[in-house]
């Protein structure tokens, strides 16, 4: 792609309010990078959210083109890891944070960032799945490494509506494991029982101050919330268990006790999405090829277009979004026609 292309872009206002515009760009306007990738489908994760309404200070560089996940074509390459026409997906490593990220036509990337796009999976399917799905699949393979089967009991997932819980809720429940779905939304309850849970529990029973040690109910965990609710699941767990934490959508703190630590062997594996190692990131997406048949991402995925990307955001952070949402029209929304 050597002419321009269209961006949503990010400025920070005089009071330091978050603006969002968008921009013409060319390839020259881009930052630093070895590959360049023709950007075909991306989504809207919650960080995307955050960045775009400002409510948060994700955003590090300004000005910034958010989107943290992209799956696309390589249009250029500087680097002897890709080539012309080889289809990559990427997660994390500060796009759209720091670096200029996925709503754009174009994006310049370093060549170690990116992931071969597994076969099974178009672009559209990979961003059905994006850092959601891939943060799920890392917290699945962790609570493995850590030796947890289903065997040893339940399984919980919290915000199982969501994008992360709805992907682990699946990849759980397709290796075998009782999946209990913790949830806000009690009407998706039909919709997470045809994804795998084998019970569903209204998040309230999670989210208020609870014990330092409350009965066992689960042997491992998939936790998106954090704050209370992730010192209730800490409590809950049984004898030698493990929750998997990676999310704070309900807070950054962990007002939790030592209890289930010393007094029943609970493990906390923390999961970093974003700087994740990347024989770690190629293991996950193996998983998630491996154990999602694409034709189930149609129960996950609703698809919006790039002038959607905005309104979307602002309903996602309001819990109006069920599962995962995929931009698929990036590269024919951002054209801009010569002359």
């Known amino acids: ?75 250029a390459s500087r680097s002897p890891l890709w080539r012309e026409g080889d289809k990559v997906v990427l997660n994390g490593f500060g796009l759209g944070e720091t670096h200029w990220g996925a709503y754009t036509g174009l994006a310049r990337v370093k060549a170690d960032w990116l992931v071969a796009l597994p076969a099974r999976f178009s672009a559209r399917d990979a961003m059905g799945l994006g850092t959601a799905g891939y943060t799920a699949a890392l917290s699945v393979l962790a609570l493995e490494r850590f030796g947890l089967t289903p065997e040893r009991g339940p399984a919980l997932v919290t915000g199982a509506s969501g994008g992360v819980g709805s992907v682990a809720v699946a990849l759980l429940a397709r290796r075998g494991w009782h999946v209990v779905a913790s949830t806000g939304r009690p009407e ?38 954090g704050s209370h609710t992730l010192a209730n699941l800490l409590s809950m767990t049984k004898r030698d268990g493990a929750v998997a934490a990676c999310g704070l ?38 998983r998630l090829a491996e154990d999602l048949d694409p034709s189930l991402l149609a129960d996950l995925v ?24 995929v931009v698929a029209d990036v590269a024919e929304a951002t054209r801009v026609a010569d002359g």
């Open 1 to 75: 792609m050597a002419g321009e292309f269209r961006a949503i872009r990010l400025q920070k206002g005089e009071g330091g309010e978050t603006l969002v515009e968008e921009v013409v760009l060319t390839p020259a306007d881009l930052m630093d990078g070895d590959v360049d990738v023709a950007v075909e489908a991306t989504t809207i994760n919650y960080k995307d959210a955050l960045a775009l309404t400002g409510r948060s200070p994700v955003v590090r560089h300004w000005p910034m083109v958010p989107g943290v996940d992209l799956a696309g074509t390589v249009a």
């Open 188 to 225: 998706e309850g039909e919709w997470l029982r045809g994804l795998g849970a084998a019970e569903i529990i209204e998040r309230g029973e999670l989210s208020g101050p609870g014990k330092p040690l409350a009965r066992e109910r689960w042997a491992a965990a998939i936790d998106s919330v």
């Open 249 to 286: 959508a309900g807070g950054m703190d962990l007002p939790a006790s030592v209890a289930p630590f010393i007094l029943r062997g609970v493990a906390l594996l923390g999961i970093d999405s974003v700087y994740a190692p990347q024989a770690e990131r190629r293991r996950a997406w193996d």
């Open 302 to 325: 609703t698809e919006i277009g790039f002038a959607d990307i905005v309104p979307t955001a602002r309903r996602l952070l309001d819990g109006g979004v069920r599962g995962r949402v």
